[in-house]
């Protein structure tokens, strides 16, 4: 092999995991549309079902198209491996659920996706887990979270809806002290702007129905492992180190080395809970992936145009967008972020709950919609939506204030967002 300087982004974002069709040569990747596939002879099936050799059994478990993807975000994160699942949710619990067990919790930010503190608060105590929030600012607050029953750190990179950005190396530093993971969700960062693994984060979950797919249409998720974790260090994670009694003793981490995680999510994860990513989305998304660095670039560029134009305007009372010099959060993110601050942002309105409610019905350009990272715009009154379930003082931490909309900046001309905004700021304050 010739010495080569490691690929940019850019060419991984179009080649990483992919190669021409073997059987047909295809130069895009096919989708695989099967759920079965034909064993050579009963020793090949029976190797396949051991783990001895890896290979396709059955599409819960993987699938030839599903596989590409999960290889180009694992190496656009930087990881050594990912397994993508049916949405962001799944991904979450297919990243805990080789941690945690009935009694252990998992240390969480209070800044996160509305859907995110609901699955946290509420649903994960029916399997005996539980969450801690806490303010990531307070590092200190956070080590104090920890303790001897926590499994897991997780915080959002840039965190919806808020405009927050996280000081990932600060957390990553307590949880690597307390010998526990962090999961960093990078969904509105996306690697383009921003690699939690390169910063010190164990585990990445991704919704990619946001912008790694980038259009709004499909759901899913994946989850990056860094490969750098050692589930050996300490007795805190069983799955991964103890014998595996489904697979007849089999240690996971013994066995797989730096792909345990990944190989957990495959053998017990999907094959048990089943929250399998179909073909057809992984096509869509490897499509959108695609051109990510250029929709991310001017997804940004708007960003910051819109977000300095409503700072400017009497009829705002603030804006949250790390991107502005303004932002409690522009130094942190200048360093790291470098490439931008995302283009996911929250603005105050003069007027209140009232206001916000006209302004998003007289918008005729950005739309409506419970969904970020599209190319088109959208807004959403998060008290009244995706954060209505929690009580104000949660919306208020989570940065979903009552007065508050958030705007997910899409890549149209940036003129044309700003005039539509003007027009609906008018009816809604006047
Ligand atoms: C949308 C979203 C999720 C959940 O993803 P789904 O694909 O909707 O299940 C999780 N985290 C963040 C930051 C999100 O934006």
Redesign the pocket.
Known sequence: MTERPAFGFETLQIHAGARPDPATGARQTPIYQTTGYVFRDADHAAALFNLQEVGYIYSRLTNPTVAVLQERIATLEGGVGAVCCS????A?LMALFPLMAPGRNVVASTR??G??LTQFSQTIKRFGWSATFVDFDDTEAVKAAINDDTRAVFC?SIS?PGGYVTDIPAIAKIADAAGIPLIV?N??ATPYLCNPIAQGASLVVH????YLTGNGTV???CVVDSGKFNWSANDKFPSLSEPEPAYHGLKFHETFGELAFTFHGIAIGLRDLGMTMNPQAAHYTLMGIETLSLRMQRHVENAREIAEWLEADPRVEYVTYAGLASSPYFDRAQKLYPKGAGALFTFAVKGGYDACVKLVDSLELFSHVAN??DTRSLIIHSASTTHRQLSEEQQIAAGAAPNVVRLSIGIETAADLIADLHQALAKATS
Do not use: I, M
């Not at 949405?87 to 799944?90: I, K, L, P, R």
């Not at 919704?207 to 946001?210: E, F, M, Q």
């Open positions: 949405s962001g949710h799944a979450q996160l996706y859907g995110t959002e919806n969700d969904t509105t919704s990619t129905t946001k759901t899913g998720g970020l990272g």
